[in-house]
């Protein structure tokens, strides 16, 4: 009798193992299919969501972009790959979505590096003080130089964990573009999507609307510091450190922002870029830079309308052509980018900026 009690055990815990590994088995399978299908980085690119910019990389023809721009908000609404085309003939592509940490721009830009090899990247450091937005600490240049000093970069590479989150997100986008739904519900609403212009706009988002603010107390002068986290600070040298190893020519930016962007910010920056070698251009304090408060943004003093955009995109455009034109080639006249030339054109027909068509 025990002899059978044991056996009907053994038999009762094989079943339960054998559906645990079938069980295991079928979710690995959906998950691969999803996430080179439903989910997977290159249709985010086409439907209406929060990805939908950060992935239009995807679409680009390998080794096409010279320019890498990445960030959060304030980077796809604030560099314009279209008016940088029109105006130097130089390729870009903007990678951003809202909110978007230091490490998911890192995990983009090497996934990016897989297809393209780019001369210059800009990088949007607003998303430096994301983790802060509403609990910011003050504190004095030497303690701010310190927690910089204290944030070693060989640290990096040792984090197992964050290693093994990239792999498995790189792995599986299902895991940050699960709301693809959206895409289906549209289609079959038959209703049109801000984003079914035909129009490649290599991930930046424009914004119509002009709305003035006030530049009241923007950026009263400070020489205190906001602190950074210090993760953050380890992935902008992880940054640089490949950047380096590349051979890529690294720029940090900040898009103007009335209602976030502080003097201390500023100042945490600047010493950051001073210390690592990196040109910064701060366009909420930059002297040469006319900040039109009436005219600049598309809401409340968060993000920058096209007119802020295309303004910030020719300052950029001029620093990299007079530091990188020996290198970096006008595209406009090779037969091999008439589709980016082609694309322009649709761009400014939508935008209504055909009156500047060079």
């Given at each position: ?38 989910f ?95 609990d ?18 060989d ?37 049109k ?8 706009h ?24 906001e ?14 450190k ?16 009335t209602?976030a ?10 010493t ?25 943004f ?20 001029n ?40």
């Amino acid at each position: 009798m025990t002899k059978d009690k044991n056996k009907k055990c053994n038999k009762d815990e094989i079943k339960g193992w054998v559906k645990i590994v079938c069980f295991i088995i079928a979710f690995v399978i959906i998950l691969e299919a999803l996430s080179t299908t439903l989910f997977s980085r290159e249709f985010a690119s086409n439907y209406k969501n929060v990805y939908r910019m950060a992935y239009e990389y995807v679409g680009e023809e390998q080794n096409s972009v010279d320019i890498a721009v990445l960030g959060d908000s304030n980077t796809y609404s604030s560099f314009c790959p279209m008016v940088l085309w029109r105006d130097y003939g130089y390729t870009s592509s903007v990678i951003a979505s809202p909110r978007q940490s230091l490490r998911l721009s890192y995990l983009s830009f090497l996934d990016f590096l897989e297809k393209q090899n780019p001369k210059v990247l800009i990088l949007e450091t607003d998303t430096l003080y994301l983790r802060y937005l509403s609990d910011s600490k003050i504190i004095s240049k030497e303690e701010f130089l310190k927690t910089i000093n204290e944030s070693n970069t060989d640290l990096i590479d040792t984090n197992e964990q964050d290693f093994l989150t990239n792999k498995i997100v790189k792995k599986y986008p299902i895991f940050i573009t699960h709301d693809s739904w959206k895409k289906a519900r549209h289609n079959l609403s038959k209703k049109k999507s801000g984003y079914d212009d035909g129009i490649m706009h290599h991930g930046y988002l424009h914004r119509r609307e002009v709305v003035e603010v006030s530049g009241e107390n923007h950026m009263k002068y400070s020489d205190e510091y906001e602190l950074m986290n210090t993760v953050d600070i380890k992935n902008i040298k992880r940054f640089k450190k490949l950047c380096d190893e590349k051979g890529i020519k690294l720029i940090f930016y900040n898009a103007p922002a009335t209602a976030a962007w502080t003097y201390q910010r500023h100042n945490g920056v600047q010493t950051l870029a001073d210390l690592l070698g990196v040109e910064y251009y701060d366009f909420n304090v930059l002297e040469d830079y006319d900040l039109d408060y009436a005219k600049d943004f598309g809401d409340n003093g968060k993000h920058q309308n096209y007119n802020g955009a295309k303004k910030i995109t020719k300052y950029l455009g001029n620093v990299i052509n007079k530091e990188l034109g020996y290198e970096l080639i006008d595209k406009r006249n090779d037969p091999n980018y008439e589709y980016v030339e082609e694309n322009a054109n649709k761009f400014f027909e939508d935008v209504g900026d055909i009156k500047n068509k060079r």
